[in-house]
């Protein structure tokens, strides 16, 4: 754990405020709070502390009209009332630091693992610094992740942005998890955006253990927590990492879920008077995607990179409806899970054919490529000749395509799910071994599959 020296409490001591902006509550309506008084100095975005009967509460500012600020808090407005006082906080910021990692916090940076917690020496805006684009590096070297599928036919990149497209309940979090303990990183940043609270705990000490969280800083905001925080989690997340990134190191961020980020983000949008449009999501709802994925991919510089996977929930599989649709066009590549492979018993469960990895062909070599490619042909002409060939209407040997997609199917189909430890290279050979010995060669292949009847 990195150590915390006199600076930090020096920081914390030069950022203290000794005196603040104070306004009112002046009216309480539909979950959101009035405040008076705080109009000149306020700004959109901005948080503020409510004193109630029994403490304090947080907000942030997401309307300002007139003399009149409306306030969406992070609790229940459960025993506030007119005339309470609301001190302005000023803008959300973070103070990342090194003595984060192992650590389990909130999107305020105060700790949830109930030991103590200082901030870092310098602060950071949530909405991040964009790079200068014609700045940033291209893509980096392929990363061993410790799955073959991943080694081989969906490569992940150093500084590669990749969405990861799943309903509920097919293997989304074990996926992450293989990804966490296994993808090649100086530091991993896991934002956990309305999550169950059982499974914050579940995920540090079963699935991560210590040698995991090691190297992981873990940014959370259950469920249960107000839309504000949902929605901040995300963006603290991507700060964190903004943070190790900017030291020069290799930072791993998985960000679950981007589903719950734009949840939480129209609950906002349409408390501040926005109008819904999007299937009930508001316009700005694209935006806000685009921008906090942005912040990740390669640095500039002397910067390191932030590799980023951020999942998505699709319901009913559907992966049209506006998130999935957003995300797909800002991503660089795409992994979708299958509740049918899942249904059958297949780890993880990832649909090959409906996903990609736009890091090919430039992450792998020609013969890589050409097995890649081969492995993608025969998949595809078993899934469509599979109705004719359970139906038992397909004749052994009228299509030689088939007639090894047929017995390269089960090896295929095995090897998707199937762990590596010994590294890129060992994955490729494995993925040859699944092709028939007395098959044709890729080029073939793709000849003959083009010509293949689609049923």
């Not at 025993?79 to 984060?100: E, T």
């Not at 109930?114 to 917690?117: E, H, I, V």
């Not at 925080?229 to 700060?239: D, F, G, K, V, Y």
């Given at each position: 754990?990195?150590?915390?020296?006199?600076?930090?409490?020096?920081?914390?001591?030069?950022?203290?405020?000794?005196?603040?902006?104070?306004?009112?509550?002046?009216?309480?309506?539909?979950?959101?709070?009035?405040?008076?008084?705080?109009?000149r100095q306020a700004a959109m975005g901005d948080l503020v502390k409510i004193t109630t009967p029994t403490g304090h509460a947080r907000g942030e500012i997401v309307r300002i009209e007139g003399d009149r600020l409306t306030v969406l808090p992070d609790s229940?407005?459960?025993?506030?009332?007119?005339?309470?006082?609301?001190?302005?906080?000023?803008?959300?910021?973070?103070?990342?630091?090194?003595?984060?990692?192992?650590?389990?916090?909130?999107?305020y940076g105060l700790p949830l693992d109930?030991?103590?917690?200082l901030p870092g020496t310098a602060t950071r805006r949530l909405t991040g610094q964009p790079i200068n684009p014609t700045e940033r590096r291209g893509l980096g070297a392929r990363l061993e992740t410790g799955l073959c599928v991943f080694n081989t036919i969906l490569p992940i990149i150093r500084g590669q942005r990749i969405g990861l497209f799943a309903g509920s309940g097919v293997g989304k979090s074990t996926i992450l998890a293989m990804l966490a303990q296994r993808i090649t990183a100086d530091v991993v940043v896991i934002g956990m955006v309305g999550e169950r609270g059982r499974e914050v705990r579940e995920f540090v000490e079963r699935v991560l253990g210590p040698s995991g969280m090691a190297r992981t800083v873990i940014v959370a905001a259950t469920s249960d927590r107000?839309?504000?925080?949902?929605?901040?989690?995300?963006?603290?997340?991507?700060?964190v990492a903004e943070h190790f990134r900017d030291q020069g190191r290799q930072v791993l961020l998985l960000a679950d879920s981007i589903?719950?980020?734009?949840?939480?983000?129209?609950?906002?949008?349409?408390?501040?008077?926005?109008?819904?449009?999007?299937?009930?999501?508001?316009?700005?709802?694209?935006?806000?995607?685009?921008?906090?994925?942005?912040?990740?991919?390669?640095?500039?510089?002397?910067?390191?990179?932030?590799?980023?996977?951020?999942?998505?929930?699709?319901?009913?599989?559907?992966?049209?409806?506006?998130?999935?649709?957003?995300?797909?066009?800002?991503?660089?590549g795409h992994v979708v899970l299958d509740r049918a492979i899942a249904e059958r018993g297949?780890?993880?469960?990832?649909?090959?054919?409906?996903?990609?990895?736009?890091?090919?062909?430039?992450?792998?070599?020609?013969?890589?490529?050409?097995?890649?490619?081969?492995?993608?042909?025969?998949?595809?002409?078993?899934?469509?000749?599979?109705?004719?060939?359970q139906s038992g209407l397909y004749s052994s040997g009228s299509d030689p395509v088939i007639d090894a997609a047929i017995l390269a199917w089960p090896k295929l189909d095995a090897f998707v799910a199937q762990r590596e430890t010994e590294g890129i290279g060992a994955s490729f050979e494995k993925l040859a071994r699944c092709f028939p010995a007395q098959h044709k060669s890729a080029a073939a292949v793709n000849r003959e599959a083009d010509r293949l009847p689609v049923t």
């Open positions: 754990m990195a150590h915390v020296g006199f600076e930090n409490v020096l920081g914390v001591v030069e950022r203290t405020e000794v005196s603040r902006p104070v306004g009112r509550i002046v009216a309480l309506e539909d979950g959101r709070i009035i405040v008076g008084g705080l109009s229940p407005l459960d025993g506030l009332r007119i005339g309470l006082r609301v001190a302005l906080l000023g803008a959300a910021v973070l103070a990342p630091d090194d003595s984060w990692i192992g650590r389990v916090i909130d999107p109930n030991r103590p917690l107000s839309p504000g925080l949902r929605r901040r989690c995300a963006s603290a997340a991507m700060t589903t719950r980020f734009a949840d939480a983000h129209r609950e906002i949008a349409l408390a501040s008077g926005e109008a819904p449009s999007l299937r009930g999501y508001p316009p700005t709802t694209a935006s806000a995607i685009t921008t906090l994925c942005e912040r990740a991919g390669p640095g500039a510089g002397a910067m390191g990179d932030i590799t980023a996977i951020f999942t998505v929930l699709v319901a009913g599989s559907d992966m049209e409806e506006p998130v999935a649709d957003i995300l797909r066009g800002v991503l660089d297949r780890f993880p469960a990832i649909d090959v054919l409906r996903s990609v990895s736009r890091a090919l062909p430039l992450a792998a070599t020609p013969t890589e490529n050409d097995q890649i490619a081969q492995a993608r042909r025969l998949l595809g002409a078993y899934e469509r000749a599979e109705l004719m060939i």
